[in-house]
């Protein structure tokens, strides 16, 4: 089944055992979030919450958070996840985006006054969150000066019928776009997207210089169909469930936060612009879409899809069997590398490599075959079995990290650890490690 929108995907989770629905009444308060987070937690199935409480639309949680899911997005092999995003990440392969005249969303529209964006189902997370936030909107943009398009994610605090506070982080295209203009003070048009197909918010995780949406064609192999917005001039995905126009004021500020980070803490209140909403568009029958703030779909989509591939390059400069993970546990500080051992010093450089490939990777362990990458108790097995602190492990003091590492100061500069957890086998001789083969367990227990 191919995927093409939202709709379609839905369809695909489906046929895939891969969507859970819940037909029982949840509160957007807390519980939506609860059990969206313990279904991703399990890997069980990304979530459809037919009925909300004070919702006259379904919602669904949970689109890609992991590699299993994200393979389902865009039709391949878990094991091929890293190569099709590296291949889409390469410039030369972006495919343009399609202008077109009529959009899903243009089924309904409120402009002006009639504008009430407390009618929309914005859940309230983390119970450390500051009120209701969307997290799941992509921000499409425009840069005045050369037309390039960017989308993004940002969290917006829902502050009364018509305003939202916009997050905007140092070093992000939508805050360039907005400083390089004659008066970075004035107000700037964007358009927020809801209920996407599942490329255009992988796409959307990426940082870099390049209009977002060509990846997205890129990961489709066909062109993203764009529509222009009914009060911005921005060219916004035209099968999405859910549209709102409007303008960031950097000159008016508010307290916005704080919201569950993907560090795992709640980040702080900012004093954040905001946006005035000039428009609301949607389907008929539109189904809302969240991202679980602080949380596996949150890390997957920011730090593990757009990192593994040039991670994998780097690593695989040194050895080019060796295998690499940013596990979600780890939020994007953590990678793990997979060797046949052979030089006692090659884990160390291969740690050395992982560390530069991208800042934000402070910690990496480096481990055998016959441990599972993909399991947190075989790695911390390694950890505590094949471990001498002493001499296994290194660290870098004063290496740039990301400005956000709760380890770092405020300018990300922390310390890097490396460590060697392979098995040691010219210090000391064991025999082969315990394992029992994993059974079906039904047939012992009648
Ligand atoms: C789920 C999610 C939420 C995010 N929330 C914010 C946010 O609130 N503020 C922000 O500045 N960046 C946030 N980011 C990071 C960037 O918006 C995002 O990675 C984007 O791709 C920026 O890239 P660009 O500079 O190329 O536009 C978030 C990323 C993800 C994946």
Redesign the pocket.
Known sequence: MSVADLRTYLAALDAAGQLVRIGREVSPTHELADVAASLARNDVGAALFENVTGSPWPIFAGAVTSHRRAAIALGCEPSEIVERMGEALEPANGVSTVPVDTAAWHDNCVTGDEVDVSQLPVPTHSRGDGGAFI?GAVTVTKDPVSGRG??????MLRMDDRTFGF???E????GTFMRNRPDPEAPYPVALAIGLDPAIMIA??????VD?LLIAGALRGQGVEVCRGVTVDIDIPAAAEIVLEGEIRPAERAPEGPLAE?HGYHGEAWNSPTLAITAVSWRDDPVYQT?I?GWY??IY??NILPREPLLRRFIRHLDPAADVRIPPYGNGFLAVIQIDRDNPGTPKNLAMAAMTAHINIRNVIVVDRDIDIDDAAEITWALTNRVDWATDTFTVPGAQGHEMDPTADTRGISTKLGVDATYKRERREYGERVAYPAIDLGPYLT
């Open positions: 997290t960017n989308l993004s994610y940002n969290r997050n905007l982080n070093w992000r295209d939508v959307a995780g990426v940082r870099t210089t977002e993907f991202i703030p779909e949150h989509l920011g």
